[in-house]
């Protein structure tokens, strides 16, 4: 039993696992009737200060179209909690390829998109590097955003990064003549246009220098426009996905 006077201390260690405040109550019994009842139970509050994750986000400023980007993610946390369960989120532009992953601590799952890391712990003042690596597949501003969280952080940190991806193609120009050449007679020309990509072309030029006894009378271009001066007959094409087809009609001159 417990002597009149003397004092017992029990001691519990507990680990938090949320930040916030909380509140632990201990209450004190036994079987014979204590006429006392005020001072049986006693409380004792805390407040679990959180975790501070900061991300920053860096990514390759300028590719082509086909070229490798590179994200790099740093993960810091700043305290005064260690972090736990630590989640970082890559949400990759829908003009890049799936990615791979690599983390200087925890796992990641880089098989969809988004990409998911995973670190266990991240103590106060330690980094992580997470770098993923991808493959623009169009052109325009491709902008990644990233988020990290822990259990012991109260709130989402969010980086964002973002890269111009510029077009590329690759052009390429065929010509054939058609008809029974005689002078006197038409004969058509045809210059066939092709974009082999992988990106659209846009404000394509076409020029076309006429022989010298060769007399214009026209020409047209299902994507675009063309006219002629002094036997140079220029066409502009809005945009080649696909071939297009120039033709050039020239009446020679009669013998």
Known sequence: GL????????????????????????VVTGSQTDYELDNNTAFAHMTIMPADLELQKFATASVLVSD????????????????????????LPLSVTSGSAV?????????????????????????????????????GLAINEASARAIDTVELDVAQAAT???PVVERAI?????????????LTY????????????????????????????????????????GGLV????????QVYFVCMNASTPPA
């Open 190 to 229: 045809t210059l066939t246009v092709t974009n082999f990509g992988p990106s659209v072309g846009r404000s394509v030029r076409v020029t076309d220098t006429l022989p010298a006894d060769a007399a214009y009378q026209s020409a047209t271009s299902p994507g675009g426009s063309c006219s002629e001066s």
């Open 174 to 186: 065929a010509k054939s003549a058609s008809g029974i050449f005689y002078a006197g007679e038409p």
């Open 3 to 26: 002597v009149l006077g003397p004092t017992v201390n029990i001691r519990i260690a507990v680990t938090p696992t949320l930040p916030g405040s909380i509140t632990n109550t201990a």
């Open 103 to 139: 983390a200087s601590m925890g796992t990641c799952d880089d098989s969809g998109n988004p990409i998911v890391c995973t670190i266990d712990e991240l103590t106060v003042d330690d980094l992580a590097y997470i770098t993923i690596t991808v493959v623009a597949t169009a052109e």
């Open 164 to 166: 111009q991806i510029n």
């Open 234 to 241: 220029n066409c502009t094409l809005t945009s080649i996905q």
């Open 68 to 91: 490798t980007i590179t994200y790099t993610l740093v993960v810091s946390n700043s305290g005064p909690s260690d972090a736990h369960d630590v989640v970082i989120t890559d949400t």
